[in-house]
Structures are given as structure tokens and as C-alpha cells.
């Protein structure tokens, strides 16, 4: 960091608890750490200094509007002027920023116009012409699509955030470019007519049943997404793949105050209401009358049209090869899943149970017994024991989360076939660009296993990022022959090797789940005796643990770790739904995991492996970065929380990279404009060299 030391006018950042750091300079010295200097206000305060070193220097040398388009590029790299720099571009509705190889997004929370087709056109023009434009995401857009067809190599566009930073908007601007671009492109015999369209049309079925609106953001992804976009050697577009990460099962039975359950619950009971033709003697109520939409008291959104976004979601399905008779087979079982939140008694005498076994065309009476009833094999015999009310309900929510998960895998099938390529000669010969949409590191008041696996997620992509950065840090050196001594970079390598090892974070969750009277009390103990340094205790909750990641320490609750690691349901119960005389629902349940694999893994380790194959496939690409900020907690435009972004930089890399570039040669300047900048300098240089001569 770039510091000064203390003397009486030197320009300095202070640190703020409201707005992170404010400029100010050093007036009267009342000891070697304490000045008094003048506050925002114009009022004298004192500041006592208790860190290390010295406080940041608040200086920046005039620089011209386009070069601040570049963080990397400032003057004087340190914290606060990063932070400042993105402040008071965001206050003048500007909320692209370039930080070297990342794009910074800040959330604007209105829209001004910033997305039109005509711009589109503008960043169209390959590198050299994007180097004379501002910062924007149809920039990294225009480059990775330029990259591809330069190098014919596959590229990696990585979009994340925390939840309400816009991760998902941005994904979406990317895709239209990419079908405008690839629209203008040469047209061959690979090339489909509509795939453009059908492309975009994935973004609405996928965020109808995959994002809900929380507390931080009414339009949250509560899952990961890679879609890899297939080219042709002209650089059209000839398919899509898509592959999602760890959906947000419980969100299907469960929802915090002011929150929703998943977008599509709500839009089928208003399209109902609303009479829509195809949901017609349906039975579906309004959303307050299930158990399953109305815990969070917040069945509307502002601006957001239920039934209207119902007419558009089957309008998307049926681009996305989903048509309608398959659609009312999906309509029918998001309303049986419904149906069974509200199952109280595990009767053919409770309506609700009656009503989702009619629409799963299964038997009533088998599946009231299953719901209370649980199969023992004792030995040679087997056994039946009966649940009591806590469990009925436990497994009736097992049964509706799993439900659920199989129906958007089964979505996912759907989408997957109608974007795939013609033939597999066409797909063997294409390049790909992925865009990886995921959620951010995450710490909240209580996080538990599903904070855990995202902000693991994050350690790995963190991990990749900072040896990218790294890397193209000694290449920029080298390609200019400049010496330079090697930079250190923080290395997270040993936070993933304890989440990853088999006496680790995960081995000992999977190990604690195969013990006959494994508990989580006693999963976290186990790791607290590891004496790691990763790994802490947490003052007074002996069933709590906390890691030491990257971005900062997180506090985890280790209750219901177990129980969604092992991911449980009812044997019994899916095989009584997959008896089921629909030929739709039978389908659905036969694609069961815990029917086919009994013995299948943990859901730790499963998606310890899917992530691993994700890494591959990004490291086998260009990466380009989109980092997306979330301004303020309240959803507000031109509202800036210092300490909230700062706390985001730090998570999502950005001030490692600030680091890494302050800690080899910063300043950078075109010859022309060093020259400018530093004119006594070169009139020196230039008479030093004519008294050689």
C-alpha cells in the first residue's frame, strides 16, 4: 500500500465507519499517532492512528476522465482511492470500471438506457476499436467473441457477486450480444434458424424456477449457472449447453420473512386467478392458501406482474422445446407439490393428500402410509415403525424438495436437447464461450451448509483468478523486458486443501454421516480437534465452527449440515410416486438418484466433483472477469455503503489485484502520455543524451 508519513499537511485517508475512508489533511500534531484535521463538515476532529504503518496517501495527480476508466492505471494504488474512484463514478451513473483483466459492475438500481441495440453495434468493433471505449459489458462480450475468433480457442466469461449485484442482469446483456453478433455473422449449413432466439429464451424458464426474491434482492439466482454458447468456424451461433450447480432445495418448503419461494409458484397461482385458459378447472389457489408460498407474508413484487409473467414464461418454454401438453404435465406438478405443503395428516382423510395423490395419479392409501409409516430391516425381517408428527413432516418436505429438483433437472434436459447442436460432427468441431453466472462469497447473521458450498466455490475460483492475474502480471513484464523480482500473492491453496482432504471439512462431514449416531454437534467438535489454522472455534456455541477464508472469517452453524449432506427421502414414498399410472410422472421419478443409486454421494462430494470438472473446463479456456458490486442494502440508485463495498472488493479479488499490481510497477503510461505528464523530464532526458552525443 501506498502510504505517507505524518506531517502537518499531508494529504491522507482516514478510516470512517460511515463511509469507509474520507479524504482529509493532517493539521496539528498532538502525538507521533494523533492529529487533529477537518472533517467532511469543515469541523476539526482528532484522529488517533492504531494500525500499521502509515495511513494511505489521499493524492491522485490530475488525470484525464478515460484514463480513471481503469483502476490499475491510477496514480496511487491503495484501498480507499479504489473505493473512491467507483464511488463517484456510480454517483455519476457511471457503473462500469475496468480493474486491469475485471470488468467492476456496480448495481444502478433504475434503468437509464444502457442496453440498447445500437450500442451494441458501437462494441462490435474488435479490440483495437473497444480500447478507445468505456468500460461496458458488451466490452467483455465484444472481446471474448473477438478472442474466439482470432485464436479459435474457447473462452470462459466468469460473472459474479453477492446476491442484488446484478450478476444476473449482466449475464443477460451478454447473451444478446452474442445473438445480435452472431445474427450478423455468415450464415453456413451448422447454423440453425431461431437458435438466437431460443438461446435468449432459456433466461426466463431458468429464472422462473431457479431465482425468488429475498431479503437483499427480488430477483435472486438461488443456483449456479455454465452455459456454453457453441460457434461455428464463421462465428455463429449452432447450440448451447447449459449446466447448473446446487439448486437451493429448500427454499421449495421453507421461506424467511419478506421472502418468496421460487418465481414460478406465484406465477402459476396468478395465471389461474387471472383465468388463463390452460390452468382452467385446475383447482390452484391463490398463493396466501399454501403453506409452500405463504411463509414470508411477501406473495408480490413491485413492478412484477404475476399472470403476465406466466403468459411470457409459456411463451419461453415453448421456444425452449418445452410445448404445452409437456408444459401442463410441469403446471400439474408444481400444483401436487403445492398440495402436499399442506398436508397436515398423513390420512386419506386429509383433502390436501387426496387432492396431490389425484394429481399425481397415484394411490392415496399407499401414499399416507409412507408419509407416517418407516421400513426397518432388522436382520431377516423387516419391520414398520411408526413417525411421529415432526417427521410425517420432515418427510413430506423431503419428498416436495426432491420433487422439485428432478423437475428442474428434467427442464434442464428439455433445454439442453432443443439448443443442441444439429449433429455431433457440428459440436466436435465448434469452440465454445461459457458464461459462468454464480453466486459470490457469502457471510450472513446464519450460514449453514448452503453458505458453506458457495463460499467453498468461491475458493476455488479465487484460486484460478489470482494465478490468471499473477500470470498475466510477469507476462506484461516480460513482454517489455522490465527485471522484476517475484510478487507474492495470497494463496488460498490451504484453505481448499482442508475443505477438500479426506480429514477435512468434507471427509469429516461424510465420515460423521456414516456413523450410526453421527450427529452435527458432533461433526463440528471433530473439526475443531483437527487444530488447524484454518479452522476455529466460536466463542460459547460448541455446535458452531468458523474458516478462515480468503475474504474473511465466516461463522458457520453446523445444524442440519448432516441431515443436507446425506440428502434423505423416503424410499418407500418415490417408489409409491413412481408407481404412478401417469406416464409423465413415472418418468420423472424413475430419473431418481436415490432409486437408481442407493449408494450414490454425498451432496458435499458431489458437488466437490462437479466443481472440479468445472475448474478443468474453465482453465482449458481465455477467462475473462465480470465483477458485480451491490452499492447499498436498500435497493436504492445513487446510495453508496463504503464499508458494504469495500467488504465486496475484498471478497471478489478485486483489492488482491489492486495489490498485485501496486507491488510491481503501477504507474502505467503510452510513451505519449508520460511525455505529456512529465514534460521537465523528458526535456532532461532528451538534453542528457544530446551532451553524450
Known amino acids: ?43 476539526p476532529r482528532t484522529f488517533k492512528y492504531t494500525g500499521k504503518g502509515s495511513l494511505p496517501t489521499a493524492r491522485n495527480t490530475t488525470l484525464s476522465e478515460d484514463r480513471l476508466d481503469d483502476l490499475t492505471r491510477m496514480s496511487y494504488l491503495n484501498q480507499p482511492t479504489v473505493m473512491n474512484t467507483i464511488r463517484t463514478r456510480y454517483m455519476e451513473d457511471v457503473i462500469y470500471t475496468y480493474s486491469g483483466l475485471v470488468l467492476v459492475s456496480v448495481n444502478p438500481y433504475k434503468d437509464f438506457g444502457l442496453y440498447k441495440e445500437e450500442l451494441m453495434e458501437t462494441y462490435s468493433g474488435g479490440k483495437r476499436a473497444l480500447s478507445d471505449l468505456p468500460p461496458h459489458i458488451f466490452s467483455i462480450a465484444s472481446s471474448a467473441l473477438h478472442s474466439l475468433r482470432a485464436t479459435k480457442r474457447s473462452q470462459s466469461i466468469i460473472v459474479s457477486g453477492e446476491s442484488g449485484a446484478g450478476k444476473t ?55 449456479g449457472k ?77 413492478r412484477y406482474d404475476d399472470a403476465a409473467e406466466f403468459e411470457k414464461l409459456q411463451s419461453a418454454m415453448e421456444q425452449s422445446g418445452i410445448p404445452k401438453p409437456e408444459q401442463a404435465n410441469v403446471w400439474r406438478t408444481l400444483h401436487a407439490i403445492l398440495c402436499i405443503g ?30 407416517r409409516v418407516k421400513k426397518l430391516v432388522m436382520g431377516k425381517e423387516t419391520v414398520e415403525k411408526e413417525l411421529d408428527q415432526a417427521q410425517i413432516i420432515n418427510n413430506r418436505d423431503a419428498l416436495a424438495k426432491h420433487i422439485y429438483e428432478l423437475l428442474f433437472d428434467w427442464i434442464l434436459a428439455k433445454i439442453n436437447i432443443a439448443l443442441a447442436p444439429p449433429d455431433s460432427a457440428a459440436k466436435a468441431n465448434s469452440t465454445f464461450i461459457g458464461v459462468l453466472d454464480i453466486y459470490g462469497f457469502e457471510r450472513m447473521i446464519a450460514n449453514s451448509f448452503e453458505q458453506f458450498c458457495i463460499n467453498y466455490a468461491n475458493e476455488k475460483l479465487q484460486s484460478e483468478f489470482c494465478e490468471k492475474v499473477f500470470k498475466v502480471e510477469q507476462a506484461t513484464y516480460e513482454r517489455e523486458g522490465i527485471s522484476w523480482s517475484t510478487i507474492d500473492f495470497n494463496d488460498n491453496q490451504p484453505c481448499i486443501d482442508i475443505i477438500e482432504s479426506k480429514t477435512g471439512v468434507i471427509g469429516l462431514l461424510d465420515d460423521e454421516c456414516r456413523v450410526p449416531n453421527g450427529s452435527d454437534k ?34 458457520y452453524g453446523s445444524e442440519g449440515f448432516l441431515e443436507k449432506n446425506r440428502d434423505q427421502v423416503s424410499i418407500d414414498l ?120
Open 169 to 223: 442482469e449482466n449475464a443477460r446483456h451478454i447473451m444478446r450480444y452474442f445473438a445480435k453478433a452472431a445474427k450478423a455473422g455468415k450464415s453456413t449449413a451448422a447454423h440453425r434458424d431461431g437458435i438466437e432466439e431460443a438461446v435468449l429464451a432459456t433466461s426466463p424458464v431458468l429464472e422462473a424456477f431457479g431465482n425468488a426474491k429475498t431479503i437483499r434482492n427480488d430477483n435472486s439466482s438461488r443456483f
Open 574 to 693: 418415490l417408489k409409491v410416486v413412481a408407481s404412478s399410472s401417469d406416464a409423465f410422472c413415472a418418468q420423472l421419478l424413475s430419473c431418481s438418484p436415490h432409486i437408481q443409486s442407493p449408494n450414490r454421494a454425498s451432496t458435499s462430494t458431489a458437488f466437490k466433483q462437479s466443481l472440479t470438472q468445472l475448474m478443468e473446463m474453465i482453465r482449458s479456456t481465455d477467462t475473462h472477469y465480470v465483477r458485480c458490486i451491490k452499492p447499498n442494502e436498500v435497493k436504492k440508485p445513487l446510495t453508496f455503503d463504503g464499508p458494504h463495498v469495500l467488504q465486496q472488493l475484498q471478497a471478489c479479488g478485486i483489492l488482491e489485484t489492486i495489490r498485485i499490481s501496486a507491488a510491481g510497477y503501477p504507474g502505467r503510461w503510452a510513451f505519449k502520455e508520460f511525455a505529456r505528464r512529465y514534460p521537465f523530464a523528458m526535456l532532461f532526458s532528451c538534453l542528457l543524451i544530446i551532451n553524450l552525443n
Open 522 to 555: 458432533g461433526y463440528a467438535e471433530k473439526l475443531l480437534k483437527l487444530n488447524n489454522k484454518y479452522i476455529a472455534p466460536v466463542r460459547f456455541k460448541n455446535d458452531h465452527f468458523c474458516l478462515k477464508h480468503y475474504a474473511y472469517d465466516v461463522e
Open 342 to 371: 399442506n398436508i397436515k395428516q398423513a390420512s386419506e382423510q386429509d383433502q390436501f393428500l387426496l387432492k396431490a395423490a389425484q394429481l399425481l395419479h397415484i394411490d392415496p392409501a399407499g401414499f399416507a402410509k409412507f408419509l
Open 226 to 302: 455454465y452455459m456454453q454458447v457453441l460457434f461455428d468456424e464463421y462465428g455463429g451461433i449452432i447450440g448451447a449447453e447449459i449446466k447448473t450447480y446446487l439448486l437451493e432445495k429448500t427454499r421449495v418448503v421453507y421461506q424467511a420473512k419478506n421472502e418468496r419461494n421460487y418465481h414460478v409458484f406465484y406465477c402459476l397461482c396468478a395465471g389461474a386467478q387471472a383465468g388463463n385458459a390452460d390452468l382452467a378447472n385446475s383447482g390452484l389457489l391463490s398463493w396466501r392458501d399454501y403453506a409452500y408460498t405463504n411463509q414470508g407474508d411477501c406473495g408480490t413484487i413491485p
Open 1 to 43: 500500500m501506498d502510504t505517507t508519513v505524518f506531517k502537518q499537511g499531508a494529504a491522507v485517508w482516514i478510516p470512517d465507519e460511515q463511509e469507509g475512508w474520507i479524504p482529509g489533511v493532517v493539521g496539528k500534531l498532538i502525538d507521533a499517532n494523533t492529529f487533529e484535521y477537518n472533517g467532511v463538515d469543515g469541523k
